[in-house]
Each structure stands twice: as structure tokens, then as C-alpha cells.
């Protein structure tokens, strides 16, 4: 009989300690239900807010005036009148911006300060807690984002007006021709814009000419038939340069501070492209130096050929070239993905070849035969050393 009195007992506790986890789970999630209508509430109470803001931006808006920007002086305005719009949008804002940082972030910090429940799992828990501060964030950033919407339309516009570009008059410029160097033959020479708008325009460089030439270029320049050209930014930034001279038909453009021909520039450009086509390449990930001549031999070989011919290379002041392992070549190749040859031909490299090149690395058990890359495709295989000729890819361990 007392057992079973025990057991009547015990079950008894039990289902009262059930009940009150029941309730005790009932009342969490009343309280959770209470505190997302809260929310709820409060963002709706929130976006009013916001759209009696946006609409008064909207009204300001409209009644700005349109200035248009066909000058450099009118773009100069304009870019201070779009700043002043800015300020007054931003300062306007700021009260309404600061309530809506301050709401959200005490609403994630109670958020983070929610206990686990009982009978909830920590991952479920924490799972839970970061998907509803990831929306309060959102909300956040949305409501922020409207904001400042206008402000953010005007900012797009002072870009656009800053980076348009306007041809300055030829009234507009002065051409100061300084002292002729007649030992390094070149005048020094200034062009700026007239004290006529807020921009400040300098430009200053050099003409190289030899002594005869100089001569008469000073006459022409003196006697109005050389002509100053400025492309420039209502910032004050100088877009391009030039002079030209209408006596003789020709253009002078300023390259690196100098004012020089068209034949000129074009003849530095090409002498350029020659250096660089001979410099060696320095890997900046494994400090390896190529040869930018993806064909530098000239011509296929066996490998024998190819490892004799690559450590008698005199190459960009070294003389310490071999051919490539197999591991350095394949990791150089994978750069140009399923076609390599195109991509290093199309990325600073010249000549090379849709085909196979030698490594250094014979097949282990097999010293006959040597393996090889496909700048095909990036294949990696190997080929008798004796019996195929290859092209000669050199590199050096640099520094």
C-alpha cells in the first residue's frame, strides 16, 4: 500500500511540474508575441515619421532652381550651390538619422540580452537571436537609406558636374614663354586661365626645340599664330594641354610635363613598348624572373638543346637562366587558365606559343624522357628528350 502511495505521489509531482513548464513555455512565447507586435508597432509609428521627412525633402527639391552647367563658370556655381544643398539636406537629417541609430541599437542590445530558454537549444537559441538583430540591421539600413536618399541623388550630380570636362577659349589662357635654355635646348613655359572665374588654372612644363627652331617659335608665339588648347574640370584639375602652332600646322602635347609632337609622343610610345618587351618579369608571388619573349629562342629544340641553350642565355643583364621545373612551369601556366597562350600574350607577354615547352624535370624511372606544358591548354606530359622538339621558356631564380 505504501508504494503505491509513492507511486500516486510521484506521478501527481509530475504533472504538475509539466504544467508548470507548459505555462512557463506559454508565457515566453506570449511575451515574444508581445514584444515582435511592439516592434512591429514601432517601425510602423517609424515609417510615418519617415515619409512626412521625405516629403518635406521632396518639396525642398522641387523648388530648386535648374542651373545649367555649358560654362566652366556656371559649373562652379552650380558645384557650390549643390554643396550649400548638401549641408542644409544633411544638417536637416541629422535629428531624425540619430533617433533611428539610437531606436535600433537599443532594440538589438535588449535583443542580445535575452536568456535561453529552458527547454531551447543553444544553437537554436543563438540561431534565433542573429536572425532577428540581422533584420532589426536591415531595417536599420533601409530606413537610414531613405533617409538620405536626396543627399546621396546630389552627390551623384556634384560628381557628374566635377568630372565633365570644358574647353577653355583661347581669350581665356595666357602663354608665358620663360628664357630659352640654350645649353639643355628647351624654353620652361606656363599656361594659365585669366583671373575670370574662382578657378585657378596653372600648367607648368617645357617645349624642347633645338636653337634655330626656338628662334622662330618665339616670333610665332609673339606674333599671335601659336594657339594654347585647355581641356579642364571646374575643380581646377587640367584634363589635357597643348599648343598649336598655326603658322606651321603642327600640335605640341604635353607628355610628362613636356610639350612635344604628335610624331614625338608616338615615337616615345613605341621606344617604350620595346624596353618593356625586353624587360624581364619579376613573379611578385614567388620572386621567379621570366622572359616576357614567350619565344625568345627563336625556334624548337630537343631538350638537351634546350637546357644547353638556356644556360648559355644572356638575357636583361643576367646570364644565370635555365629552363623551368615542371612545378614552376605548371603553377606559371594555370594563371592563363584553359588557354594560356592567349592570356599571357594578352597580359604583358609577347611570342607565346600555342604549343609545348620543355621543363627542366626529367620522369622519375624514365631518364629519356622529360616532361613538358601544353600552352595550349595547360597540360602537363612528358615526351622522349631525344625524339620531339619543343620551344625554350627561360627563367631565373631572381634575387
Known sequence: ?????????????????????????????????????????????????????????????????????????????????????????????????????????????????????????????RARIQKESEQLEGRKRNELSHLTAESASLREELKRISEKEYSLDVSQVDVVL?????????????????????????????????????????????NGLVRPQLQTRANGYVVTAALVNDAESYLLELVNSEFITVTERKRREAVAIVIERDRPYT????????A??????????????????????????????????????????????????????ANGFNSVQASWYWSSSPVAGHTGNAWGVGYVDGVVYYDTKSDYNYYVWPVRSGQ
Open 1 to 125: 500500500v505504501e508504494r503505491q502511495k509513492r507511486v500516486i505521489e510521484a506521478r501527481i509531482k509530475a504533472e504538475e511540474l509539466k504544467k508548470k513548464q507548459l505555462d512557463e513555455e506559454q508565457l515566453r512565447i506570449q511575451q515574444d508575441e508581445e514584444k515582435r507586435a511592439a516592434l512591429e508597432a514601432s517601425s510602423k509609428e517609424d515609417e510615418a515619421k519617415l515619409a512626412r521627412v521625405k516629403a518635406e525633402l521632396e518639396r525642398k527639391k522641387l523648388q530648386q532652381p535648374v542651373v545649367k552647367t555649358n560654362s566652366i563658370e556656371a559649373a562652379v556655381e552650380e558645384i557650390l550651390r549643390i554643396n550649400g544643398q548638401i549641408t542644409e539636406l544633411d544638417n536637416k537629417v541629422a535629428p531624425a538619422r540619430e533617433q533611428i541609430i539610437v531606436r535600433y541599437d537599443k532594440k538589438i542590445a535588449e535583443l542580445n540580452a535575452h536568456t535561453q530558454g529552458e527547454f531551447e537549444r543553444y544553437s537554436d537559441f
Open 178 to 222: 620663360g628664357k630659352y635654355d640654350v645649353e639643355k635646348e628647351f624654353f620652361p613655359v606656363v599656361l594659365k586661365n585669366k583671373p575670370t572665374t574662382s578657378v585657378v588654372l596653372a600648367v607648368n612644363g617645357s617645349i624642347p626645340l633645338p636653337a634655330q627652331q626656338a628662334r622662330t617659335f618665339k616670333q610665332q608665339l609673339e
Open 283 to 290: 613573379d611578385p608571388q614567388t620572386g621567379l624572373m621570366w
Open 292 to 345: 616576357r619573349n614567350g619565344n625568345i629562342a627563336g625556334k624548337e629544340m630537343n631538350w638537351s638543346d634546350a637546357m644547353s641553350w638556356a644556360k648559355k642565355l644572356n638575357y636583361g643583364g643576367y646570364n644565370d637562366w635555365r629552363l623551368p621545373t615542371k612545378e614552376e612551369f605548371a603553377s606559371f601556366s594555370k594563371r592563363g587558365g584553359g588557354k594560356p597562350s592567349e592570356w599571357f600574350n
